[in-house]
């Protein structure tokens, strides 16, 4: 199905499934310990060996040679496989660094190694012996210090950008801000870390593994290992978190699969919390530049947004300035990014890459500038509200109510209560209050589905979607149960398995509007090809209540199928309408914090979220979506930063213990509104995403709040008590 004109009504509005606050379907899988994880897939027929990886110990240079003998003579080793027997190997096409094969180094803990024991407890004993000689490298491992020869990225990954005369505007105005924030290096740390079982038949493998995109792994393992694509069988039916960290082939699914080849048996590796953090993919840190002007009354004449990130060679920025070419209007105004090289650990995509770390410094920066006006900070993004491309006016918005989420927000969360900095106080606490708008592009991927009707009148659906914790097995049910017009008691969800049609995957918000657009496709050869077998017209059939009815006419399900069922398949496709119109979501984050006034420890209160977002599919996964996300800004605002050793590349607090997150004591009440409305541009379910979008300006809004509790400006993240308490007043 190719969607390139806007959606008309069609069985999706009838909203008898979809939009409902349905329960997950793999909740009680879930809740009771039924659901199987990539490393607790389990076969009595099988016997499962284990492997443990060996990562470097420098952070550039190559191997110069590798002693095994002791490893290999250990108690229960069954094999160690190195990247020296593996020799140069093909890079995957999403992969910045090589994850096994060949004697270069190139960045702290990459796989060099796997030891395969009986048990997991014997691999990891056994792979502290293999032994190790490097000729190390001298790397760069600092931002800062690696700025000044920062350079201008590939035109291919983000061009400068420049509408008017951002300079002779910016010297003119009235007004100005001119700062300089900075976000630290940020890791996933999801609780579920990349495990993956490998178990070879002939020719042919099968990988269990926490994957969010089936396809693009299974694609970049068969260049990495040089097998035959249609001789990898993944399967991803349950992920426990991602997080953008999942979304490329990592270094546990290929030690699984050569180390099951070398002791003919299935293995499993897991990588521990300290090569999750180095050897996997984080968010990288950024130095970032914003300078804005406006006239006395507070209308911007002039924005810039420059930004600095560093990654390994032939890495890509972290693009911060993305959300500055589209959030406010500005008849002047420009962006830049300049890509550093690191040798620290690979940079990629984390949650809401680019506009998280992006909106983290704009939105301090708007208070700022809204200050020095004298406006409110709500009623300032207000009058700079835009309904169309500032780059391209002739381009609108598909829809766009920024000003209703941030004046349904103001009024919510009691925003005339404000104060001015350091006014409000609740005995030792010093009470503030803060604001951010939140924004992220709707991003779309072709999506496949298939979608079977058996003759029980079951519908099932098969995808290689995955569901990283976010609800996707509901939604999908829901979209498949108000397409077919039975109870969602009455679908099947089947996920995760390269033997399905392939998904648009989970990542990037793109997910739910995606999959769920092709299954609505699916769902629509599904229902012709049942016209077509009862000879209805078309155009008038009605599925409802089990039955397909035409005219006077109405057959069960169960009897249309016939003792053979019936199928239907199909791809989502996009048009130009993500080109003629811009298509986003908004919101408004609210934060009320406190601040110790003798030691600055900062503590949430409370948090509200009000999010544009299309049509929202299920309330209760979306809020779930957006809770979480506003838990991972509260961390990134206070407490996530990965300190690297700037002499020998690496993450130091590499595990739980000491790179620390914000749990349920760290934020007391949270509140999500979802504004009423559907964007007919931007697919069939007429839905965008949410997910990323409930992490997009949290931070800030923290940052914000601080800023009025204490009247100390912190533009360096995290918000840690060594940046307040020298700003303190006095202690009565």
Sequence with gaps: MQFDTPATTNPIDNLKVVGQPIHRIDGQLKTTGRAMYAYEWHD???????????????????????????????????????????????????????????????????AIAVVVAETFEQARAAASLVKVDYAEEKGVFDLGQAKDSAVKPDESQQPDTAVGDFEAAFRSAPVTVDASYTTPDQSHAMMEPHASIAAWNGDEVTVWTSSQMIDWWRSDLATTLD?????????????????????????????????????????????????????????????????????????????????????????????????????????????AMRLATLHLPEGNAMRAPGEAPGLMALEIAIDEIAEKVGIDPVQFRIVNDTQVDPEKPQRPFSQRNLVGCLTLGAERFGWRERGKPGSRRDGSWLVGMGVAVAFRNNLVLPSGARVKLDREGVVTVETDMTDI??????????????????????????????????????????????????????????????AKKLGFNSEDIV???????????????????????????????????????????????????????????????????????????????????????????????LSE????????????????????????????????????????MSSPMKAKGVGELGLCGVAAAIANAVYNATGVRVRHYPLTLDKLIGGLPDVA
């Excluded at 040679?65 to 190997?89: C, F, H, N, Q, Y």
């Excluded at 049609?501 to 050869?525: H, W």
């Excluded at 749990?663 to 949270?670: E, F, L, N, S, T």
């Design 44 to 110: 009595p027929n099988m016997s499962y060996a284990y492997g443990y990886p060996v990562g470097a110990a420098i952070a550039k240079g190559r191997i110069t040679s590798m002693d095994v003998s002791a490893a290999k003579k250990a108690p229960g080793v069954l094999a160690v496989v190195t990247t020296l027997d593996i020799g140069e190997r093909k890079k995957g096409r999403f992969n910045t660094a090589k994850l096994f094969g060949g004697d270069e180094v190139q960045h702290y803990h990459q």
């Design 227 to 335: 097998i035959d694509k249609e001789n990898i069988h993944l399967m991803s039916p349950f992920i426990g978190g991602g997080f953008g960290g999942k979304l490329f082939l990592r270094a546990d699914a290929v030690l699984a699969v050569v180390g099951a080849r070398a002791v003919k048996r299935p293995v499993k590796v897991a990588l521990p919390r300290p090569l999750l953090i180095n050897n996997t993919t984080h968010r990288p840190a950024t130095i970032q530049r914003i300078r804005i002007g406006t006239e006395r009354d507070g209308k911007i004449t002039a924005i810039a947004h420059e930004s600095w990130s560093g990654d390994l060679p032939g890495g890509g920025l972290e693009t911060a300035v993305n959300q500055t070419r589209l959030l406010y209007a500005g008849a002047n105004r420009m962006t």
């Design 469 to 530: 914790g976010t609800g996707s097995y509901t939604i999908i049910a829901q979209t498949a149960a108000e397409m077919m017009g039975v109870t969602i008691d009455k679908v099947a969800v089947q996920l995760g398995d390269s033997r399905f049609p392939v998904s648009a995957g989970s990542g990037g918000q793109f997910g739910a509007n995606s999959s769920t657009s092709g299954v609505y496709a699916a769902c629509v050869k599904l229902r012709e090809a049942i």
């Design 543 to 637: 599925f409802e209540n089990g039955e397909v009815r035409s005219g006077n006419r109405s057959v069960p399900l169960a009897e249309a199928a016939g003792p053979d069922g019936l199928v239907g398949e199909d791809t989502i496709k996009w048009g130009e309408l993500t080109e003629t119109h811009q298509q986003s979501t908004f919101g408004a984050h609210f934060v009320e914090v406190g601040v110790d006034i003798a030691t600055g420890e900062s503590r949430i209160r409370r948090m509200l979220a009000v999010c544009a977002a299309g049509r929202i599919l299920n309330p209760i996964t979306a809020r779930s979506q957006v809770i979480g996300a506003m838990t991972m800004g509260a961390g990134g605002a």
């Design 641 to 680: 930063e990965l300190a690297v050793d700037t002499r020998r590349g690496f993450f130091v607090n590499h595990d739980l213990a000491s790179y620390e997150v914000a749990v349920h004591a760290d934020i007391p009440h949270q509140e999500v509104i979802f504004m009423d409305e559907t964007d007919p």
